[in-house]
């Protein structure tokens, strides 16, 4: 599992790398942009919907970036609609600051509270 994901400079002057401990900043910023998350139950209000299960896991093998997001879902929550808030809040923060990296995001609907 490598640490760092490198991507050319455009300036010629070498390539620049990006460390996992970005990545997971970006990840976890994302999901405090996103409405309805609490990271545990104890922190959880009346009006949140959705849980964070465990924390996020960021990996990089052969330079994508992998992350790993596993919620608890209210019940009654459409959980395609949840799911893909996620991802997309993830994928457009990776998108405005590192455009070039490739990257998968999965986010795993592990019980319905």
């Known amino acids: 599992m490598a640490d760092y994901v490198y991507i050319e400079n455009y300036a010629n ?60 879902v209210a019940k009654g929550t459409n959980l395609q609609d949840v799911t893909r808030n996620i991802q997309e809040e993830i994928t457009n923060a990776f998108l405005m600051t590192t455009e070039q990296v490739p990257f998968d995001v999965a986010v795993n609907v592990i019980s319905i509270i």
């Open 13 to 72: 002057k070498g390539k620049i790398g990006i460390s996992i401990n970005v990545f997971d900043n970006l990840v976890t910023n994302a999901l405090s942009n996103i409405s309805g998350i609490s990271m545990s139950s104890a922190h959880m209000k009346r009006n949140q919907k959705i849980r964070l299960n465990r924390p996020v896991q960021t990996t990089i093998r052969h330079g994508i970036v992998h992350v790993w997001v596993a919620v608890d």
